[in-house]
Each structure stands twice: as C-alpha cells, then as structure tokens.
C-alpha cells in the first residue's frame, strides 16, 4: 500500500519511462489499426487512453484495469447505442441457445463447491477462484445483450422438475430482468474484490457465501417458475444471514436474526399464496397443478380471493423492498453487516422486492394491485420518498443514514410501479439499477474509510477532502447520483418517474399530490446527503483524518466502474430504455388488458377462470421435454 | 460557412460547449501535474475559442434571419429518453438538441464574453492559491453548465444546466472549504437552489401532461390547452388534487373547489425556480452568503450570469407566462419588493462585497418587475447592461480587496469599507473603473443603466398585463384573473424608490472607498520601509500583522485585472445605445428580440387606461423627469452625508433609533425568521420522524411482536415443569373437552350459487346427525321432526334481497343446536364476456 509521504516518481520510475512511451506508443498503432478497422474503435481507443492517463498517484497496475474498463463499457455503448442495436438485430438472426441462463446460476454453485474442496490456507487461490468464476459469470451475462429484448421472453428453458407437482425448471429473460441479472453481475465481484481488503478472517466460508448468494440472486431473476423463484428466494437469505451474523459489527448477531426473521415472514405467506395458486389452477383447469409463471398469469381470481394471495406475495415483497412500516430491519442489517455485504444487500437484494411487485403481484393480480395502487403509492411517498429522507437527515450513523436513503429511493421505484405509465414502469427498472449502482458506491465508499478509521459516526471524519481529494472526489459524484443532480444517473429515473407519475390515471386524483411529494423528495435528499458530505470533507480536518492516505489500487479499482455507470447512465439512458421499453409496454398491456375486462371498483367477482395465455408468453413446455 | 454548419445541424455548438467542458476536465484531473501556466493556458483557451465560436454564430444566426424574424440553428446531439405526457399518455421524446435562437444567441455572447474577461482576471487574482486547478476547472464547468442552460432546447435539458450551474456554485461558495463557514454557504446556496428546482420539476410534469412536449417549439404549440377549459387543464388546489372531503373531514369540504388554471399552476412553478435562482423573495437568502466565494466567482456567477437565469427562463418561456396575468402579477410583485427590501439592506452594510450582494439582489428584482409587467426587451436589456456593471464592481472590489490583503489578511476585515477610504490615489484605474460602473448602476443619465433602468419604471407605470385569450372568458371557468388598474403606479413608486436608494448606497460605497482618509493601515514613506513581505491574493494564509506599523501604500492592480476592468467599464458607459428607448427609431436590441417576444406580448400586455398609446406616450417624458430625480436624490443625499458631513448624518441617525438600525443591518432577520419558523418545522418534523421510526415502527413491528412470542414462551414453559401428575391432569381435562366436543352437535352450512339466483345451502356432515330447516325465516319449522337425509336446501333468491334460513340439528344423543343463515344475493357483477 502506497502511503502519501511516497514520492510520486522514483528514479525507478524515470528510467522505466522510455519503455512506457514505447508502451503508449504500441497502444495509439494498435488504435489507429483498430479505427480502420471500424468505426466504433475510435471513441473506445479514446476511452481507453483517458481511463489509462487519468490515476495520479498509482502505476500500471491500476492504469491498464482502469483503461479496459473504460474501453469495455465504451464498447458496451457503441454497441447498445439503439439505432446500432436495431440495425444489427434486423440483420443477425438471434442465436438463443447454449443454456445461457442456466449456466449463469450453476457456474457460481459450482465454483462454491470447487471452494470447498480447496484446502483452507490456500486463500489466495480461494480469492482467485471466487474473481474467476464471477467475472466468468459476467462475461456470460453480457452475452444475453447480444439480443434486443423486444416486448418478448428470451433465452427460454424450460424443462419438468418435479412432474407430479407441475414443477418445471422455467427460466427466461426479458427487458426487465435483463438489467438486474446484469447489474447482479457486475455488482458481486465488485463486492468481492473489494472485500479482500477488508476481510481476512473465514475466507473460504466467505467465498462461498458470495458465490451461493450470487446464485440465489441469479435465479430469483430469471426464474419464470414460481417454485423455482421460491427455492432461489430463499437461498439468497442464508448466505446474507451468515454474512452479516459472521463478518459483521458488534451487534451483528441481533442484525442477522432481525434481518432473517422479517424476510422469512413475508416468505412463508408468499410460499403459502403460491401453492394456493398452483392448487386452484389445477382445480379450474382439471389438470396438474402449476407453478408456471405464465400458466398462472391466466388464473382469473375473483378480488376477495385474490386478495389474499396478493397479500401474501405483496407483503413478501414490500419487506424486502422496504416499504414503510417494514423498513426498520434495513438499518440495521446495513449497520452491522461488511461492506460487500451492505453492497449487495442495497444494490441487488433490495431489488428483490421491487422486482418481485412487478413481476408476481402485478403480473399475477393486476385487479388487486390496481385497487390498492393509489393506497400504495400514498405510502411510497409519504412513508418511503418523504419520511425515509426526514429520518435519513436525523441520523449520525453514516451507514444508517444511507440506508434510510435507500428506503427514499426506493420509494420513488415503487411510486413509479404504482403508477402504472409506460414511462413509469420503465424509470422505476432503470431506478433500480440507478440505486443499485450509486447506492452501492456510496457503501463502497463508505467502506474505505471504515476501513482506516472503524467508525460510522459522521461526527468523528471532517476536512478529508485535504488529506484524501480523490476519494472526496468520487464521493461527491456517488452524492451527485444519489440526489439526482441531472447528467448522472439518479436524475433520469427520478424525472421518468415523476412525470410518468403525474401521466398516471392508476392514482385517482391524487397523481398531482404524489408527483408533488416526490419532488419534494429531490428537495430532502439535497439535505441529508450535502450534509454527509459537508461533514466528511469540509472544513478544519483533525489530526486522526489528515493522516488518512487516498485511495489503495484495490479501492479505486473496485469503485471506477461504477463511477463510469453513474455518467454511462446518465447521458445515454436510452442504452437501457431501449431494452426496457418494450417489456414495459407488455407488462401494463397485461395489466390493462385484465382491468379494462374488469374495471374497478368492482373488478372481478364470479367464479375462478382460465384466460387465454398471454401474446408475449414463450412457448409452454412440449410433452417430449417432460420425462416420463 | 453555411455548408460547413447548416442550420439545422449546427455543430458549432458542440465547439461552444464543447471547449470549456474540455477545460474544466483537463484542469480537474491533472491540473496539479500541469503547474499554473499549463491550467491557466488551458483554462483561457478554452473560454477564448469558445467566445470566438460564439461570435462567428452570432454573425452566422444574424444571416439567417427570415422575414418573419425568425432565426433558429439547431444541433441535435443524441436522443436521451423519453416519458409519457399529452392527454394519450403519448410517449414524449426528450432529446440532446441544442439551439440559438435571437434570445440565447445575446446570453451566449454575455456568458462567453463576460467570463473570458473574468478568467483572465481570475488568473492573477487567484495566483499562488493552492487550488488554482481546481477553482480553473470549476469554473470551466461553469461556463459550460452556463451555455447549456441557455443553449438547451428542452426543458429537461436546461435543467441539466440550471443543476450544473447550482452545482458549480455550491463548489465555489465552498471553494475555500476548510472553514466550515463557505462550507455552509456553499449548503445553504444549494439547497435553496433545490427548492426552486423543485418548482421546476413540477412545471416539467405539468407542461408535459398538459402540452405534451418539453422542448420550446411544442410547449409553444401546445401552450394554448393550458388555459383552456375545455381540455380540462384546471388543476385543483383544494381539495387536494380534487374529490370529496367525507365523515370526519367534511369540515374541510369547501363550498365550491379552488382550482386554477393549468396555466397559472405551470408558471408559479417555474417562478418559484426562477426565485431560487436569481435569488428573489423568498428564496434570495442564498446570495448574500455566497460572497463567501472567491471574488471573480462573486463577478461572474453571483452577478453577470448564473443568477439571470431565472430572468432569462422567464423570457424563455414569455409565452406561457403571459397566459396566466396572475403570476405576471406575481413576478412583477416580487419583482418590485425584492428591489427595494434587498436596497433597505444594502443601504447600511459595511462589508463591499455584501453591498454589492445586495444590490445584485434588488437589480434583479427591477428585471422581475420589467418582465412582470410584460416588457421582455426591457428586462432582459438590463440583464445584459448589468452583467458588465455588476462584473465591473465586483471585479472592482476584487481589485480594492486584493489591495487590501497586502496587510490585512482577515477575511471580514479586508472587505471592511470603514477600514478603506482614499483609494483613489493609489489605484487610479480601479477608482475610474468603478466610478463608471457606478454611474451606470445608479442612472446617470446616457450610461447602459440609466436606458436600462428608466425602460423598466416606465413600462411598469403604463404596462397592463390581460388575459391573451378573451374568447375563452365565455365559457365556464374561463375567467381569467388580471391585475388591477392601480397596480402599475403602485410598483412604479416602489420601484422608485428602490432606485433612489440604489444611488444613495452605490454613492456611499464609491465614497467611503476611494475618498477621504485611508484608515487600513498608516502609510509609511517607501524609503522607511523593507521589501514587501507578503503579496498574494491568496486567502487562508493567517499570520497577523501590526497594522500600526508603517507599512506600504495599497498597490494597484497587475495588468491582468485592470484590464478586464476596462473594458467593462467602456461597456458599462457605452452599451445603452443598444437600445436607448425614449421613442429613439433607432433600436437595435428590441429590433433584434421582437421575433422572440412578439407573439407572446402581443396580445397579452397593453397600455393601460385601455392600452391608451397617446397616453403613455405623454407619460414617457414626466416619468424620464421623476426617474431623473431617483437619481440625483440618492446622489445627493450620499454626497451631502459622506463628504461635507463626512459621516456624521448616518452616525446620528443610526444613534436616534438603534433598534432600527441593527434590525436592518441584521438583513431584517429573515434568515432568523427562516430558521425560527419553516427550517424549525421541518427540523423537528424530521426529528420527530427518526423518534418514531425508532420508537414506534420499530418498536412495534419488531420489539412488540418479539415481545409477544418471548411472553408466550415463558408462560407455556411453565406448563412444562416435568411433574407427571400435572400431565395428567391436563390429559384428563383434554379428553373430557374432546368428549364435551362430541356430545354436542355442530350446525354448519355452505352457500353455493347455482347460477340463475338460485343457492344451494348445504348443511355440514356429522355422526348421527338429523336436520329440519326453515326455509323462509319465519320462525316456523317446514317440517316438525328431524330427518337424516334432509342436508340440502334450494333457494330462489331475487337480487339485492337477503334471505334468512335456519337450520337446526340433532344428533345421536338427541341435543339440539340452532344456525341462522342469511343467504344474500349480490347485484349482479358486470362480468363481459372474455
């Protein structure tokens, strides 16, 4: 590790510079060979030489990551740019074989198996093999944006689990899932590879905790079988548990079995809605039972039944979520748990719940969700988007205070699900990868100073901007995206979501006042997060925090890609609207279509019945994929 | 030319915005490898070529020109996103499209021009501070969040922009970070910014709803649905967001709804951005304190550019905001109070930099009123002469405090005008400069400011802002709300007398500066003194200095600051002719707007006395006289007070009612009524919410229920005490209620609907069980005895009518249990075929 009283240059350094230039000389041949070759080289050739001249204070070692880095999402961009997108898709027939899905939730089970078996002190293969499998996964990931997502399924599989029961193995992707499977992703070796900093102790349960937590979260994604979604569902909570109960504070222990206990609550209704569900399909249609997503989505309940099955699976989901009054647990699980562990719990497990409401209760129970919609967002505003940031403000604990933020911003994603407006629906799925993404840094962040002076309260750090400028540098854009100051991420969601809002006629006469109140929001978080920042960097630094040096290679490693995405996102969201766009419009379809049948406030009151399968639904399974 | 950038894909812009972004990068991230020369060459060139660039488009959009006066050139640069809006719930596309139109191409010119002047005079300025890279940068990205601003051809994107530019200035207020006081500034600047952004943000999803577009050419064509009642663009006040207050609430049911107008809704929400920006009653608190900043920040952020831009929103967007005289009024009400609140304040400060907060503060007020009233061209020319007056004091007062610091480093004292005084003798160009700059802040007669300025009072007086769609008043809720005959008069004297005071307290400044006796320090004679220990411009360096020593007289300024003095100055006398009023044919600013304005004020701003034109040209004259005398008043009373008197005047009248005095010396203490009363609120409610939150949800949703299961825990553990005889006791008290259970029979029943309003009740199974029933609740049995095979039971049930049924049972030991059923058919569902 660098301390700040290295001089930046050696005379290591000096004679070695005739080499690099020849190094950087190598690179603009290559780039210019690249340019002719295609047009998109030249923007990431351009990338790439930002990404490699701009670290200060580090050498090659973080230049060259930092500089693939840069050139990949570059890359990722030129190629996702929408009309490039379209063109290449008109032209290529979509190869959507090789089992792609199912290799993304294997490979980590594997790798956590192969864990295992490694000896315990050969920690570094241990690390090397958790970074492999997990980069591994992401490469794989990036494979599925080879298609254009359209209003459809893809990368479909489906095949008899457990035929007796109707359990298939059904896993599929579309416009929404596609984004949080890839965040995922890219969020786990993040986490990872900045954990290794931080954590040395149990490093092989550690690794497998990651990679069993890494499949749970994949599966739960992808899985269009509701006893499928169910098994990864859980599966994701016991390596969190463990995680936190572990590696976690001084009151980790109390954390881990509040966080356990509130989640499985709300799991065990939802297990109990779900086999309900699958029973009375069997029951109205005369044949087994299913857990099939899009079998299930034909299942027309009347509202007083499917209440309660609604009820089972919302409130499953508004815990994970959180939404007011089920938050408290979010505090402090974040307190207490490590900061790869508070990073995938804000990034990606929260997401869960969000991403569950939208598939499962509005896709299965459009006539409930709709009756209880302007209800819902009421709390979403009041309770998540206002009270979340009030309570954010009040706090001394940093990491309490962020995640009271996450319980605001994710407020906003389910206003905007509430609402129910093609741009609505699409902001909140790209506010999810926003709070992913700038929540997740700033836990990141938080992180590397916990790391040099082990506590959260905002009181003991002042005037590091001083002693650690880089590092309040990145902090101040990861804030930026956290209030939504426009040009980062955080804004374009904010903005779809609150005009989508005001757009919505799901809210009554009161999608004035939510949009409203959501944008007071914008106001709070401008509050609570300058004051974060006001009370970490600004004025006189004491002794114990000028001695703190900037970032190591692995920090600044581990937080540069998500300071890319913050922008990436930012300034060219349609990347990602493109591909949401249509999944979108299908899910309000479906809903429309099922409340336009049975408009409120009555809805649907007669006896249970099959509807036809939806248009967008993939194939059902063949008798002959089914082992006899 | 033309081929090289057409009009329509003009990308031109791209160097415009594009140079200072480059800048602002370079010298961000490796300004520090750079060393002060490279970050100052970076930072200059930047401006520079994007001044020249601007120029050239200037030149390029004066040759497009068209008949009708339209002048556009666009350059679209990606699409970005999109929402939902219109009456369809259309998608609405929101692209990167920049484009200059007459309006912005005068605002670029300013923002590139101004600040060139002001970056090569920050290039001395902030010599040997240790952020010089860093201060280059931000205000590169000033520059660019500027341009963007008011490049953008969207709403979206000029917020981008709008947050850009309060972003910049949060950095920059703060820039001097580790006294915690810039610090909080900084915050405070922010977040008041926000809350007009958060106006801001409501107008966007307004306009999107009601026009179905964002960018200026759709908002333009679908502006006419705001107002009109037809399309139901009424947006309801209370009850919220309309319906019914019922039961406990009805009190607060009002006897017929408060609504508006969309278009009224629309506009007080961007003028409540607009407040936050240009810091207007009542979010203008900010700006005073951003003085905390570096002085060419306070020149060129605080005064030329960024804090115009509500005024310049307001010209933007003139067609909507005509729609609604009520906000018209609004503005040109605020407007006027701000000026002379903002000038009460200014009239008493000691500190330079604060005077001249202040008057920034009530100058934008006057170009509230103007565009209040409807004079656009008026308004927006006093943007334009003050951004080089303001420039020119501000950098002035830079030049005079940078002189200061020679001996005293204290922040507060350097700025102190009752520690300078003669300055003239020893800074001749910044004395000459500053002079101008008064004079045409004051409205000496044929400077920038007096044209200006007099354009303002006199369209206040005559102007009549009325409803631009009468045809519409007809119709049910078309009334549209106009402002009173009286009003112009009245913001015409309180105009007046915030002009009066803005020449007594300029006059003061200028006087309590450069005449009389120097009192920082005692002027020793050169040759008695050593070298000059310290030079810098620099802040934050604090080693105290005996200002009773002999020491150095105040040095004049290098080249690099006195130059950009000049030459705004020479604009400063010079730039009225641009449009010089008074009936003058020859008006080429109000030429060169119209095409921006017309269709707007057209029809929607009169003369008064029924747009009486012979009238108000009758009135140009007298009210030219009275302004005159604003002038020569303030002047004289500053004179008379600070020279003959030296003083004494003011000293008296602060003794004879101290209490008055501190009150407006302590800025009235609206920041304490601010604190006292809404930040209070939301500090305790926020309090309040983090007690709840901790005490009550949690307390609820977590310790009660362990609370619960922990308690049911301990008390069914005491059943559990290992004694055998208490085991059984409970075995036998089981079985004997399992025995209770069987010996007594169960009546239970189900409904079924067998379609056709028929129900089949069915009563439950049970061992040896007998059944009679009562079919139509009349109390008598439809058959005396018990049957065994008597389960069911048909019913025709009309809809919407209850039925009630009973059912008795008897079982094998001949005890009887009665059920009443109420059998009830529901209104038949309206289930469509599927």
Sequence with gaps: MESPETPV???????????????????????????????????????????ALVPRQHGWTVRVPLAAMAGLLALFVVRMWPDVAEVADA??????????????????????????????????????????????????????????????FHFDENVAWIPRFGIHYHVAVDGISLWLLILTTVITP????ASFGSIHARIKEWCFSLL????????????????????????????????????????????????????????????GAILYLAYDYARVSGGPPSFDYFELQRVLLPLHVQGWLWAGFTLAFVIKVPMFPLHTWLPDAHTEAPTAGSVILAAVMLKMGTYGYLRFSMGLFPEMSAAWAPNLAGVAVLGGIIYGALCAWKQDDAKRLIAYSSVAHLGYVMLGLFALTAASIEGSVIQMVNHGVSTGMLFLLFGVIYDRRHTRQLNDFGGLARPMPVYAALFVVATLASIGVPGTNGFVGEFMIITGTFASNMLGHFNGVQATGAAIGVILGAIYMLMVVQKMFFGPVSEKNAKQHDLTARELLSVAPLAMLIFIIG?????????????????????????????????????????????????????????? | MPSLFPVNDYALIAVILGMPLLGAFVNGVWGKRLGEPAVKLMALAAIGTSFLASVVTFFALKGTVAADGEAKLVWSAWEWMHTTGGKNGVSVPIDVRFSIDQLSGVMMLIITGVGFLIHVYATSYMAKDEGYARFFAYMNLFVFSMLVLVLADSLPLLFVGWEGVGLCSYLLIGFWYQTSANAEAGKKAFIANRIGDFGLLCAMFLLVRYTGALDWHGIS??????????????????????????????????????????????????????????????LYVWLPDAMAGPTPVSALIHAATMVTAGVYLICRLSFVFVLSPFTMMVIAVVGAATALLAATIAAVQNDIKKVLAYSTVSQLGFMFLGVGVGAFTAGFFHVFTHAFFKACLFLGAGSVIHAMHARIHDGNASQDVRNMGGLRKWMPLTHWTFAAATLAIIGLPFTSGFFSKDEILYRAYVDHTVNPMPGLASRPHGGVFEPPQWLGPVLYWVAWTAATLTAFYMVRLYLLTFWGEFKGWVVGRPSMLGWPAHHGGAKGEHHEEDLSQPGYAPHESPWQMTVPLIVLATFSLGAGVLNPGFGIERQPMEHWLEPVFHAASEKAVLFGHGNDAVWAADMMWKLAAISFLAFAIGTAIAWWMYIPSRGEPARRMAEASPGLYRLVLDKWRIDELYEATVLAAVDSLAETSAWVDQAIVDGLFARLTTLLVGISGTLLRAFQNGVVHVYAAFMVAGLAAIGWFFTVPHPAATVVDAGNDDYVVTAAPGIGYAYRWDADGDGRWDHEGFEQGDTTLKLHVEPGKTMLVRLEVQNAFGLVRAKKIHVVARPQAPISSL
């Design chain 1, 9 to 51: 240059f050696s005379h290591e350094d000096r004679a070695s510079w005739q080499a690099r230039l020849a190094v950087i000389a190598v690179v603009a041949a290559l780039a210019a060979l690249a340019a002719r070759m295609s047009h998109e080289a030249v923007p990431v050739l351009g990338a790439v030489l930002i990404a």
């Design chain 1, 91 to 152: 032209t290529a027939t979509s190869p959507e074989g090789g089992h792609i899905l199912s290799w993304m939730i294997a490979l980590p089970i594997l790798g956590a198996l192969a864990v295992l078996v490694l000896p315990r002190q050969a920690e570094g293969a241990q690390r090397g093999l958790t970074l492999v499998v997990m980069l591994t996964t992401l490469g794989m990931s990036l494979k599925l944006l080879s298609v254009s997502m359209g209003r459809g």
């Design chain 1, 571 to 628: 300034l060219f969201p349609n990347v990602f609207l493109s591909q949401i766009k249509g999944a979108a419009a299908r899910v309000k379809d479906d809903f429309d279509s099922r409340i336009e049948n049975n408009p409120p406030p009555m809805f649907y009151e007669g006896p249970t019945k099959l509807m036809p399968r939806r248009p967008e639904a993939p194939q059902p399974a063949t008798a002959a994929a089914a082992p006899h």
């Design chain 2, 221 to 282: 064509n679908g502006a006419a649905s705001l107002l009109n009642p037809g399309e139901g663009a009424r947006v309801h006040v209370w009850p919220l967001g309309g319906g019914q207050y019922t039961g406990l609430l009805h009190f607060l049911q009002p006897k017929s709804p408060v609504t508006i107008s969309a278009a009224t809704a629309v506009t007080l929400a961007l003028l409540l951005g607009c407040t936050g920006k240009s810091a207007q009653i009542p």
């Design chain 1, 212 to 271: 069993v937590l890494q499949c749970g979260m994949l599966g739960s994604f992808v899985a269009m079988d509701l006893f499928l979604f169910y098994v990864f569902w859980e599966l994701m909570l016991i390596p969190m548990y463990v995680m936190i109960g572990v590696w976690g504070g001084s009151s980790r222990i109390k954390s881990a079995i509040k966080f356990f206990l509130y989640t499985m609550f709300g799991s065990v209704l939802m297990l």
């Design chain 1, 190 to 193: 993040i986490a990872t590879y």
